[in-house]
């Protein structure tokens, strides 16, 4: 139990890589951080990320990429398949990183590989102290915030970081309301061994009920994002071995050769949260807890690396990093990128689900454009990686 009102410069709430990220961030800035949440669990639920540049600049500015980089496999290619059975199905959409000379659009990690290495240098990395209660409560007044742990002791800071997912209580305790909604989708995911190379592709199969996405892991693995109907994914989940790779194998046109499942199996419901504010009162909520969408185009917690540097940048060199100035900065820094992203992810999806002719014509003739417009091409792959 720590004493009772220690006081630091920034309370962080929340360490799922978002928080671990941020709290070296700001401890490298020279704050006395707490970082709050309970021990990350080992089980990723055979998930993985796809980091992109803007992830990974920021990761090698704080000394961290070089110890993820070797658990990582790169994603030099990405090939997108129609495979909605539109009458306007457009032909494969391929992109190389090449073509913006670049070795790789980004590197995809499993998701507890790149937690324990997170919380690792979070131990190694002076300035922080890491508590693993839960925060049941947070006030703030003018001059600070005040966080009251699990165990009832309590922490003081000038500034509190929401980091702590959709759900964030940083969020609604400082009076922050978020919209949320659901799609009629559930996410099955995991990892599979294959006995054909990836050849360093990443491939989504755009189906009627969302994509089915092969991301490449070090060595002949892959891992399977698969968003089909609620049902569905529950049907596929519930499998047994052999016949979920069976299905797998015959959705994914024995592109990888014969699957074996070599993952945990996790089941996430699709749904999307957005925030008209992300500061307020001295808190400021960063990755989930100020934005969620469908995992398309591997932007959710990219995005959520872009909130932390910025908000990290914005509080440099202030004499209060958590009075309205420095945050309305953060905010004017992070409105458009949140924006954009959420709604390309959203318009994206639902015109995959949307069985209306004009629809299938937009998105058909988009990803013609895309493919066969160099500039445009170009454009959509800097912006893929949060250019
Ligand atoms: C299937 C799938 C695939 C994805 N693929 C990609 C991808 O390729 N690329 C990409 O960029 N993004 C991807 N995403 C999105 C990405 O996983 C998320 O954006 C990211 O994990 C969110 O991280 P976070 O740290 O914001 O939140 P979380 O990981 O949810 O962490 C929240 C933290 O807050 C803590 N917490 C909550 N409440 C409290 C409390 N009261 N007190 C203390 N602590 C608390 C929790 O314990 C946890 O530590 C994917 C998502 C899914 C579902």
Partial sequence: MVSDHKTFDTLIIGAGPVGLVAAIGFARAGHQVALVAPP???NGFGRTVALMKSSIDYLAELGLWDAIQPNTAPLARMTLIDDTGSLFRPPPAMFNASEINLPAFGYNIEVEHLVRILESAVT????????????????????SATVTLSD????????????????SKVRSAVGITAKEWNYAQSALTTVLDHTRDHHDTSTEFHTREGPFTLVPLPGKRSSLVWLASPARAQMLHALDERSLSTRIEAQSQSLLGKVRISGQRGLVPMAGLSVSVIT???AALVGEAAHAFPPIGAQGLNLGMRDVRDLVRSTANASDHGSADVLANY???????IATRTRAVDTLNRSLLSPLLPVDFARGFGLLAISTVKPLRK?????????
């Fill in 379 to 387: 454009f959509v792959m800097r912006q893929g990686l949060g250019a």
């Fill in 331 to 337: 905010q004017r820094k992070r409105s458009r990128d």
């Fill in 152 to 167: 009832r002791s309590s922490l003081n800071g000038l500034l509190v970081v929401g980091a702590d997912g959709r759900k």
């Fill in 40 to 42: 990350s669990t080992p």
């Fill in 280 to 282: 307020r009162h001295r």
């Fill in 124 to 143: 190694a990395q002076s300035g922080i102290i890491r508590l693993t209660d839960t925060v049941e409560a947070i006030s703030v007044d003018s001059r």
